[in-house]
């Protein structure tokens, strides 16, 4: 069993400047790169909580780690390495905080949106079409039940809120920010990867209903950055179990949201710690979901 004490809340590398912290991730300079330092931290309903989920860091970043190779025939990614041996001498003696919960990037100019592709029928889509019948105005067959495939999946991409909750935006909205040459290739790139990725791991037993991917340009080419494809960032199902309908069990943290709603939490800061028991079944979704899809153990 993973102790608790062992949970990585915030990362410590005096010396090194600090330049982002995020829900998840620290972000330091490292010369011409960046390093990425994934934590246990974790939130829900917008708000980081004051207790961490053991291997949760590790967790997303071997994830990522796995489907930056694996879709690198697809698309050119920022990473570099992450391998701490092969870190600048300055970042090697933190590698009892670094190891395997890192990365070291190319400087990006990220584009300023998430492109958020759906496959099935979930979350605020549901809510939408039962309203209007339509995700994101793009309108869909009536008749649909919740957690159904879509017939193909839709981009709708929304913007990147650096608090609070993201927010959709229209495709011309899209146009406007990256130009049409640029929205145009992010929308089909978008989709490619999903189907990629959706396609590999419904193989493997895990539906990916949906997920969302940012993009930079590095040199003046379009790459892939940030988180990809992790329980943090789409929804995992478990296709075993898998029945249209209702909403459908997942990889991710449920196991948090269905206690802070136990607790009836007004959703107001400070956030509450979580029960240890909580905290390790949560960890162990997450793992699961590593397993299932890369086919290795932390």
């Not at 960046?34 to 974790?42: M, S």
């Not at 898998?242 to 949201?257: A, I, L």
Request: charged residues 25%.
């Amino acid at each position: 069993m993973i102790p608790m004490s062992t949970v990585l809340l915030d990362t410590n590398l005096p010396g090194l400047e600090r330049i982002g912290r995020g829900k998840v991730r620290d972000i330091y300079k490292a010369g011409e790169y960046l390093l990425i330092v994934t934590t246990d931290r974790i939130s829900a309903f917008d708000y980081i909580l004051a207790t961490g989920i053991p291997e949760k860091g590790r967790v997303l970043n071997q994830m990522t780690l796995f489907w930056l190779d694996r879709l690198s025939s697809i698309v050119p990614n920022h990473l570099v390495t992450a391998d701490v041996t092969q870190y600048p001498a300055e970042l090697r003696k933190f590698a009892d905080q670094l190891e395997g919960r890192s990365m070291l990037v190319r400087r990006a100019d990220m584009i300023n949106m998430e492109c958020v592709v759906r496959g099935y029928l979930s979350g605020s889509g549901w809510k939408e079409y039962q309203q209007r019948g339509s995700i994101c105005s793009i309108p869909l067959p009536a008749g649909l039940k919740e957690s159904d495939r879509l017939p193909e999946p839709l981009f709708t991409p929304s913007t990147k809120a650096v608090s609070g909750h993201d927010e959709n935006i229209s495709l011309d909205t899209m146009v406007g920010v990256a130009g049409s040459e640029v929205a145009e290739k992010l929308a089909r790139l978008t989709l490619d990867i999903y189907r990629s990725a959706a396609d590999y791991a419904l193989a493997r037993g895990i539906i990916i209903a949906d997920t969302k991917f940012e993009f930079g340009f590095v040199d003046g080419q379009l790459i892939l950055a940030d988180e990809v494809l992790t329980p943090d960032s789409s929804r995992f199902w478990p296709a075993e179990t898998y029945s249209p309908g209702g909403p459908q069990p997942s990889y991710d943290k449920q196991y948090v949201r269905d206690y802070l709603e136990s607790i009836h939490w007004n959703k107001q800061p400070p956030a509450p710690a979580l029960p240890e028991d909580v905290a390790r079944r949560t960890s162990g979704k997450y793992r699961q979901a590593y397993q299932a899809l890369t086919g290795r153990t932390l």
